[in-house]
């Protein structure tokens, strides 16, 4: 290991870095241009604040909404259903159900997260408006908690597998009950494992799109609703389209720097364990 | 007594929620696509007619060439990139796992596309590929070159969307093989260099070998996500040119709601429900033959 010289791999490495970021940073300097320099293709350009006060402020424009929208449905349905897959994952795991229930509730699971969620869009759509939610930020609410519930369920399926029996016991005979010992000693222990997946779950739910495009409308749009939107329409928006996507990669590098260990412990013990 | 009461009481309070959202937002749904599969839909007055169309929806299935294309693109896009991504990322984790300097910045850098929405992606990758002012065109240019246009002409698309989904989806595999290689034992390695092994030698013939199972599981993950592949598609190409990228995503959004055959785009779903199963009983029963480890 120690015989190769690292310098190949850090040659290999900067240069993927590298495809990595060139495409960030150009559209991002994209969104600096103004429409006219872009398509002329300037190589050199005095940079512009217009296109980002444009997606900001504009009248015309929905992004900032977007923006609350995506916020209020990813918050909401990461706790929702961070909730829900956890209390599950804490009954199927440590409280003895028939082998049958939890196979049945995992395979259903899993074969539910293979199906392209777009199909399962348009029967939402029609049981949204049956209820009257179509105008509710409850209606993306529930579909993203349904959604992510599968990846929900395993990840916490391996963080509650953490805690140690024997502490439950003695909690047992120390007569606390059961929901005592899911609170107060079991959740501190998972704790972790709790902050990943609820990572996880809210950049699923800020990623999503087929889905909160069918059951969107105007007033509860998400963030990628609105940018399809730019590259649609009948003339392209290219300098809006770039500062609304340089703007909307926000978040992930927030999340990025703040919780680089926890997004890597809930990617991989979601695959690997 | 009373404990044990209080226990079962328990065990159902924590299953029924997740059981609830299951069925009511799971089951049903795809109950109700299974019912309008033998329905012709029709939207009246912000109220759905449904009218009685026994088989016929899935009898035009086979005619339909939004559908074959969408299935065939469908798996030849999740094969390829894959395929493509699986040898990128073991490179890349194997690299990584060698340096000791920056390796937490390599990892931070090549993990970012990982966390941008499908849309973003697509929004970036379609105006860094514009044949007239995007940064590859300019590329070429400089180089004395005619910009192609890589999204627009039906030999390059599919090609130019399976590089997107490369660029986006390759820091998943990294990150997981990464946390694979790192987790090897030494031991092995230290007695393969005490042997005299050469690097490319302990790399083919330790590294890989053992890597394997993490492999194996890394790439059904992908391929799970690969196949409801919709968001560069919509973005990027919109299945075009002709059908050149038409994925099965996309095919069913297109019958079900830009067209609004409910009714057919429910017999398309429920078609491609049945294969997931497929897909699924030949997973479970080659995972059991390979006597793998439990997912």
Request: aromatic letters at 12%.
């Amino acid at each position: 290991m120690r015989r190769t010289p690292a310098l190949a791999a850090h040659v290999a490495l900067v240069l993927s870095a590298l495809i990595v970021m060139v495409p960030f940073v150009w559209v991002i300097g994209a969104g600096f241009r103004t429409q006219i320099s872009l398509l002329m293709g300037e190589v050199w350009f005095s940079p512009t604040l217009a296109s980002f006060n444009d997606v900001l402020f504009s009248r015309a424009s929905d992004f900032v909404r977007n923006f609350q929208n995506s916020l209020i449905i990813g918050l909401s349905s990461t706790v929702l259903c961070l909730t829900i897959a956890t209390l599950a994952a804490w009954s199927l795991g440590r409280l003895h159900w028939p082998r049958s229930v939890v196979v049945l509730f995992l395979g259903w699971s899993l074969l539910f997260h293979m199906l392209p969620p777009v199909m399962l869009a348009g029967a939402w759509y029609s049981m949204v408006r049956a209820v009257h939610l179509e105008n509710t930020h409850a209606a993306i609410i529930l579909a993203h908690t349904t959604l992510n519930l599968p990846m929900a369920l395993w990840l916490m399926g391996v963080f509650v597998r953490e805690v140690p029996q024997e502490l439950l016991d003695a909690a047992n005979i120390d007569g606390a009950s059961p929901w005592m010992a899911l609170w107060k000693i079991a959740r501190p222990i998972f704790a972790p494992g709790l902050a990943a997946t609820a990572i996880m779950i809210f950049i699923f739910s800020w990623n999503e799109f087929a889905v909160a495009l069918v059951l969107a409308v105007k007033q509860t749009a998400t963030v990628p609703v609105g940018i399809a939107k730019y590259a649609q329409g009948y003339e392209i928006q290219y300098t809006q389209m770039a500062a609304s996507a340089a703007l909307s990669i926000i978040p992930a590098v927030i999340l990025l720097i703040l919780g680089q260990r926890a997004i890597v412990s809930g990617l991989t013990s979601g695959a690997l364990k | 007594m009373a404990q044990a009461q209080a226990d079962r009481a328990f065990r159902y309070a924590t299953l029924t929620p997740a059981a609830l959202f299951l069925v009511a937002l799971g089951v049903l749904p795809v109950l109700n696509l299974v019912a309008m599969s033998f329905y012709t839909i029709v939207w009246k007055n912000a109220a759905a007619d449904w009218q009685k169309a026994g088989l016929a929806n899935y009898a035009a299935i086979p005619g339909d060439p939004l559908f074959s294309a969408g299935l065939w693109n469908t798996v030849v896009f999740a094969l390829a990139s894959v395929v493509i991504q699986m040898i990128l990322a073991f490179f890349l984790a194997y690299w990584c796992s060698r340096v000791r300097m920056g390796r937490t910045l390599y990892r931070t850098v090549l993990i970012l596309p990982l966390l941008v929405p499908g849309i973003v992606v697509g929004a970036i990758w379609k105006l860094f590929l514009n044949p007239e002012f995007g940064f590859l065109g300019q590329m070429l240019g400089v180089v004395g070159l005619d910009p192609i246009d890589w999204l627009g002409e039906a030999q390059t698309a599919l090609f130019a969307v399976v590089m997107v989904d490369v660029w986006h989806w390759t820091p998943f595999c990294f990150l997981l093989l990464l946390a694979g290689i790192e987790g090897l034992p030494r031991d092995v390695y230290e007695a393969a260099s005490i042997d005299g092994a050469r690097p490319w030698q302990e790399l083919l013939w330790i590294t890989l070998p053992m890597m394997l199972p993490t492999i194996l599981v890394t790439a059904v993950f992908r391929f799970v996500v690969a196949f409801k592949v919709f968001d560069e598609v919509y973005l990027l190409t919109g299945g075009g040119p002709g059908t050149a990228t038409q994925v099965i995503s996309y095919t069913i959004y297109q019958r079900f709601f830009t067209e609004d055959r409910a009714g057919f785009g429910s017999a398309i779903s429920v078609s491609v429900i049945f294969l997931v199963c497929l897909m699924l009983v030949l997973a479970l029963a080659a995972r059991g033959r390979l006597q793998g480890r439990p997912a």
